[in-house]
Every structure is written in structure tokens, then in C-alpha cells.
């Protein structure tokens, strides 16, 4: 919890076994296959950038988002229950995925979401093994202390409009605090603040570079505004109930609500 | 040479010493400021992405292009004379250095000037500290050994239209040779087969990148034909007269043929 505080995030390499991460990967290519809003393609064409909301109607990643080795953590450095903010399968395709320009996502989640404070997680698991040449999240260690950092609204650079954070800003934090980039086998896994400051490049390697992103929000710190769809931004703050550590492994019951189609008021603005 | 010709490429970490590097550095800001067709901007901007020739106008760069420890090693692999077929000093600009494609040098080489054989040698030179975060030059060790790929004219992706290698070859490659990325301090160099496969990712980081590339080319393989501009494609084949290993920090009398501007006839096709 020091590491944390001090830097902005924990590295877990090989937290989930190969075996765990092959039924979560055997998932990814019918669920970018899919025809449905929650999937964001890159703008040079087909490929997805980003997939959302997939624990609502798919069944290893329902169970991924119940998995106490990635909830209890957060509920420990909380300090109280999480719910799912944010659910995200980013592709970095080989060949075609963009990058993503420096940005905190707190500073998202509070001018859209209204979300009181930045007690919302960040986590990252691996489904690819990450290396220097398949585009690894960059982050700026210590740029977390700063709260929410000045922004631009960049719509032009990708296919995702992103509150960008300026350059000069970026030249200081790194200058004090340099650039890490955790590097690791499939079910590696980072936790970080939603203030840290992170990037990533392209990916022009013939690696995909697969990731789930989650968004564990406290529940007390629960959005106060629905401006985004809710498969962006969850509306249902009911605290997450962990499954058994042998989850991936072993059948579990898990609702998945969205199977048959997003509903459509999650589809827009309340 | 063994090495050479098993990997494609040979690395020489700190060849030229801090103070040689600062002499070339000090003259880059006024080379990118000046508006003179050599200058190639990136898409974003201002931001110059390579500038062309300068050992045609620029003092220190008119002795870099006669620097015995970059010229005699070449002339040894080739066993034969040298001239300079092409000069760049490539920007890769902090956050705005944009991505180049996998590609071979030769293909355009052979395509547009007509060169009748892969040898002429491309030299990198750093002049920044090259590290993972700064866009460092990819390659695909062994790559050479193919000759000239299949590659298709991109004209989108980038400010610099390229003939770029298709995904499958890259992943064959990849698959047999692996992917390295030489970095090092200033004054580094790689030499680099003219069929050897390469690329590189956009810089995100608040650190420039700039390096020199030169192409040495045999003088009995010179160009035969004159599509390109001369300031890309020089069509003077005179061999390269090597200076002292001290020039870059003493005087030494050097010509600067085009220091008051570009002859009209090295603007256009011949």
C-alpha cells in the first residue's frame, strides 16, 4: 500500500495462470466479431480498438469481473466495496493499433461522469504477452500526486476522442519522475490510480497485444451524472461479490443480462 | 563481416564522443527553421520530419559526410569506393515524431533511381540518446537475405509516402529472426543492409530522437537513372574523400555547393 501511494500503481506479473487466461482468450475473437455498439473499431478499418461492457454477455469475462485476486486488492487499498465502473477488452491489434496520447482517466470520469473523488481503480490484465515492441502502457510514476491534470479534447489523432494532457505538462512529470513501461506474460496484471498519467504507442509489431481494462469504482464514490451510455459508464452500483479464486476453471453462475442485446437504455444519455 | 552478412546489420555504441555529437546538434535547430524544400514536415504541423542534403549547405554536416570512422568501414564491406547517394537528418520529434512503416531502403532505391544492386549501405547516427521510448529503429534480423520484397506505395499513414512490406512477409520474418531495436548514448551507429527490414513506432515521449541516415552507395553501382530530385537522390558520383578522424572538432576546408539555395536543376526529375 506505501509502493502504491508513492508510485501509482502495483505490477503482478503471471497473475493468472495460462490455463486461466486461454478460456478468457478463446472468448476475444466471437466477441469482436459481434455486430453490437460496444465495439469501438480502429480508423483504418475493421479492426477493434476496444470492446465494452463484456462481462453483461459473456460468460468467462462475467466471471473475470468476479475474480477475488482483481477485486480484493482494490477493496483493500479502498478500504471498502467497488463496483464495475468501466469494462474493457482493448485490441492493439498487430499491424493496426493506434496508440493512445497521455491522459488520466479521472479527469474523464469527473467532468463527464460526475464521479466525487478519484477512488476508482485502473486495472490491467494481460491476455498477450507485453514487450517493448507491441505498443506496452507507458506511465509516469508519481504523476499521480497532481489530482486532475489540465486537458485538451483531441478528436482528430485516433478513432477514440481523448482528453489529452498538454506537452509541456508531460515534459515535467517525466523529468521528475521518468517513464516505466511493466512488460510480462499473459495474465499479468497493474493496478493504477485514476490520476495516473499514461500512454501507449502503436503497435507495429505482428503481436497482438490484447488487454482487459476494468474501472473498479468505490461504492460510496458512485457516478452522480449519466451523460455517457451505460455501457461506457455503469449505472448499477451494486458492490461486486467475489467467486471462488477457481473461477475461470470451474462453472460458476453468473447473470449476463445483455446476452440477447444491449438494452436500450444503456445505449444513451439518461 | 560474418556478422554483417548473417544479421544485416552491425552496431557500434558511442563511436563518436559527446563533443563531436554537440558540434552537430548545435546546428540542427537552424536547419529545421530554414524554408527550403528539404525540410519535410510531419502531417501534425510545423514539426520537421527529415531534413535533406545538409551536407550540401551545412558545415558540420558537409564534415560528418566525410567522417573516416563512418566512411571506412563501408568501403570495407563493400571492398570498393563510395558515394553519397542520400543525406537525412530525421526529426522524430518528442510527442510528435510520427511512426515509419516496415520497409526496405533498396526497393525505392532499385524502383525509382534504378540502382542496379543492394549495395549501398544506409548509416544511423544518433544524435539524441536512442532509449525504448523514443521511437527507436525496429529490425528483423536476417531480413536482408530475401531480396526485394512485395511492397504496396502508402501514401496515407504517414506525411512520407513509402513502399511498405505486407503484414504476412513482416509476420514470416518475425517469426524466423525476432525483432531488435539497437538504443544507446549519442554518438551511436548502426550500419544497415540496403534490403533489411525496418521500422519504427511514433515517439510519445517528451525526449527528441533525431538521428542522421546516410546511404552510401558503391561508385560502380551509382544510380542510372534521375526520377527523384538530386537533393534525394544525389546524382553526383564522385567517391567520398575521407577527412582526418579529428574534423569534426578542428577546421578543415569543405565545399558547401548549395549554401545559398538549391540549384533549380536538383529540384526536379532530370
Known sequence: MERFDRDGYLFFPSLFTEQEIRVLNDEVPALYAQRRPENVREKTGDVVRTNF???MYSYPFAKLARHP???EPVKQLFGE???????KINGKAAFDGDLWQWHQDYGTWRAD???PEARAMNVAIFLDPVNEFNGPLMFI????????LDAEHDTGTTSYPLWVINQETIRQLVERGGIV???GPPGSMILFHGCFVHASTSNLSP???VSVYLSLCAVSNHIRRFKRPGYIAHRDFTPIQCLPDDCLLRHYDVPLPWKNGTPNDELKAA
Open 53 to 55: 461492457a463484456a462481462h
Open 69 to 71: 485476486r482483481m477485486v
Open 81 to 87: 466495496d467497488v463496483y464495475m465502473h468501466q469494462f
Open 113 to 115: 461522469d460526475l464521479m
Open 141 to 148: 510514476p508519481g504523476s499521480h500526486k497532481l489530482g486532475v
Open 181 to 183: 513501461a511493466p512488460k
Open 207 to 209: 503481436w497482438n497485444r
